[in-house]
């Protein structure tokens, strides 16, 4: 990251601006719908057999099952470290906690004399979980989303997950489905998990909305099977991880640099942001960086994503917040004096790390809060995850004869004036009715 100029966001054009904050290029775009849309028709063609073609062809497991045998599942914890089921059943508690907290009330009003309006809530029936793949088990995605479906009362939440060439999935992530009540997990990742699970196969069940982040593959299958007839929803549309630091000069240096690398880590195409408004800060993040990079595990993908890490010197305080809005990151950490008086002005980010003892992994792992975010930009129009997406609305209404009475005239007046007759009609045979029962002394 030392290698990385400081851009000084006051002396840049708006394009210039706009370049400064730009996204690492996803994959060739034609190239990578072209082959995921052949992906999902196979699936949706040759089903179990073709998402195992894929998967001895990707992952390099040769499987005659697809479904992970339901022992494995139970048995999970005998296979880690007392530790490590701590620290499991200690972010499970905390999921929980939070996501419980979230849950809707229903509401019931009468908007006129007679006329009843209610909003219910009900979970989703079935819902699929990707949890990604790659170098490292990630046990804190299956806690994000199990949770929340289990906290909704979802019927039939199933998991797929790549396996290694082994044809086995780690046990912290089968604990981790444990803990969530998640009895049926599947052996396949990729475009052809989410095909399957979209449009179902002779093992995968068919389910209503995928969860779940991933590869570009990943969330190019998402959301050609959200636009398909006979698909399923998804959460949200998303890219590579990224972070936004907001500091100014008392922050501590060391702090930022760690936060910046924690996000660099999670691979080659992710993207680390500073934005400061004193250079002699930067400078020393820059150091830091050097210095703690050299000692990380994953220093080789941390030094990748480095390429695309960005430093950005501003005029002041809000002049960050004006660049962190244009950002809108996934992970914005504000590490300032009297960092909680910047939230009103800071109005898109996924999740908000606020003060220096809030780093992102807490917000990853254990604090409480989804990790599961909007990348590229889409927290201007999307939300973190919450138990609400594993849930739909819907709406009740019940109306006497006097509150049919009381509203019918407005509502044939408007069915007038939109041409629509039969809705009229609708309301005119009621009322006709009921004015004839009362003049004949019957009770409508």
């Known amino acids: 990251m030392s290698s990385q100029s400081i851009i000084e966001w006051g002396t840049l054009s708006t394009q210039a601006q706009a370049d400064a904050l730009s996204r690492p290029a996803m994959k060739d775009s034609v190239l990578l719908r072209d082959t995921v849309t052949k992906i999902v028709s196979q699936v949706r063609e040759n089903q179990d057999s073709a998402v195992l073609a894929y998967t001895k062809e990707f992952d390099g497991a040769e499987l005659s099952s697809l479904r992970l045998d339901p022992d494995l599942i139970e048995n999970a914890e005998s296979e880690i470290s007392d530790a490590v089921k701590s620290a499991i059943d200690t972010a499970y508690a905390n999921i929980k906690c939070f996501h419980e907290a979230q849950r809707p009330q229903d509401i019931r009003i009468e908007t006129a004399p007679g006329v009843i309006c209610e909003q219910k809530h009900a979970a989703l029936e079935k819902v699929g979980l990707y949890i990604p793949g790659g170098s490292a088990p990630l046990p804190s995605t299956v806690l994000m989303l199990g949770v929340s479906a289990q906290v909704a009362g979802c019927e039939l939440p199933i998991l797929c997950t790549p396996p290694s060439p082994q044809g086995v999935i780690a046990a912290e992530i089968r604990y981790a489905a444990k803990k969530c009540g998640i009895q049926h997990i599947y052996l396949c990742g990729g475009a052809q998990a989410i095909a399957g699970m979209a449009f179902g196969t ?176 889409y927290a201007r129009n999307y939300s973190s995850l919450g138990l609400l997406d594993f849930m739909r609305r819907y709406t009740v209404q019940e109306l006497s004869y006097d509150g049919l009475n009381n509203i019918g005239q407005a509502i044939m007046d408007l069915a007038d004036a939109e041409g629509l007759d039969a809705h009229r009609n609708a309301v005119k045979v009621r009322l006709s009715n009921i004015n004839e029962q009362s003049r004949s002394g019957e009770n409508p």
Do not use: W
Not at 225 to 234: D, E, P, T
Not at 252 to 279: I, K, M, P, R, T
């Open 202 to 377: 002779e093992t995968i069940p068919k389910v209503d909305k995928i969860f779940g982040p991933g590869n570009s593959f990943v969330t190019e299958a998402k959301q050609q099977v959200s636009q398909a007839l006979g698909g399923a929803a998804i959460d949200m549309p998303a890219g590579p991880s990224e972070v936004l630091v907001i500091a100014d000069a008392n922050a501590n240096a060391a702090y930022v640099a760690a936060d910046l690398l924690s996000q660099a880590e999670h691979g080659a195409d992710s993207q680390a942001v500073l934005v400061c408004d004193n250079q002699a800060l930067i400078e020393q993040v820059q150091q830091q960086v050097l210095l703690q990079l050299a000692q990380l595990s994953r220093r080789d993908i941390a030094g990748q994503a480095v390429e695309h890490s960005r430093y950005i010197l501003t005029a002041d305080i809000e002049q960050s917040v004006e660049v962190s809005n244009a950002y809108a990151p996934e992970h914005l950490i504000v590490q300032t004096d009297n960092a909680r008086e910047l939230l009103a002005p800071l109005k898109h980010a996924g999740s908000i790390f606020v003060g220096a003892y809030s780093p992102e992994s807490a917000g990853d792992y254990a604090s409480g809060t989804n990790h599961v975010l909007p990348t590229y930009g």
